[in-house]
T-cell receptor, first 116, second 116 residues
Framework: AQTVTQSQPEMSVQEAETVTLSCTYDTSENNYYLFWYKQPPSRQMILVIRQEAYKQQNATENRFSVNFQKAAKSFSLKISDSQLGDTAMYFCAFMRHSSGNTPLVFGKGTRLSVIA | GAVVSQHPSRVICKSGTSVKIECRSLDFQATTMFWYRQFPKQSLMLMATSNEGSKATYEQGVEKDKFLINHASLTLSTLTVTSAHPEDSSFYIC????????????FGPGTRLTVL
């Protein structure tokens, strides 16, 4: 079974600064997908970024980027130029590749507070 | 992006009654829908996987007779909590995904269930 570990229950960052959220996972699969989802106080789950394991290039989406280290099974999220609206719970998630659709395995989450 | 709706957003019911929650994919056909449960300040816990036209697959420890799932069309899945009890009070979230393996899951806004 796959597991996802987020070792930072809470973090804070000053507005406009950069913060990195950690995520490690355990799997015996070679082909899989990794995600970061954001859950603001509204509790709507929002996709932040997605990475395919077969791609060596790290995914980026505007101010959000990942550092994907497949051998180390590490998938950290970097948020640059932090904004107040980035305050949320961030979940790292793993999904194995299959011919069908497979569920996400979530970490316990990191609560990020952006301070003005 | 893909949009998933959930209805109702909040429901309060008396102990012993049944409650139905709908999950709809508004602008795409969802071969698979997933149902998650989230307790306060915790991560999402997968309850069941629902494939259109077939019986849902429940996770270990989830009572299939209590949490009835129906996925009758490619755009609608329902979760019925039967004979609800206060311990069923929680936040229920659905997600939907297209046919392609590895496709991103899109989440509904969630339903807060309170059983008195």
């Amino acid at each position: 079974a796959q597991t996802v570990t987020q070792s930072q229950p809470e973090m804070s960052v000053q507005e406009a600064e950069t913060v990195t959220l950690s995520c490690t996972y355990d799997t015996s699969e070679n082909n899989y997908y990794l995600f970061w989802y954001k859950q603001p106080p509204s509790r709507q789950m929002i996709l932040v970024i997605r990475q395919e394991a077969y791609k060596q290039q790290n995914a980026t989406e505007n101010r959000f980027s990942v550092n994907f280290q497949k051998a180390a099974k590490s998938f950290s999220l970097k948020i640059s130029d932090s904004q107040l609206g980035d305050t949320a719970m961030y979940f790292c998630a793993f999904m194995r590749h299959s011919s069908g659709n497979t569920p996400l395995v979530f970490g316990k989450g990191t609560r990020l507070s952006v301070i003005a | 992006g893909a949009v998933v709706s959930q209805h109702p957003s909040r429901v309060i019911c008396k102990s012993g009654t049944s409650v139905k929650i709908e999950c709809r994919s508004l602008d795409f056909q969802a071969t698979t829908m997933f149902w998650y449960r989230q307790f306060p300040k915790q991560s999402l816990m997968l309850m069941a996987t629902s494939n259109e036209g077939s019986k849902a697959t429940y996770e270990q420890g989830v009572e299939k007779d209590k949490f009835l799932i129906n996925h009758a069309s490619l755009t609608l899945s329902t979760l019925t909590v039967t004979s609800a009890h206060p311990e069923d009070s929680s936040f229920y979230i659905c997600s939907a995904t297209r046919t392609s393996p590895g496709d991103t899951q899109y989440f509904g806004p969630g339903t807060r269930l309170t059983v008195l």
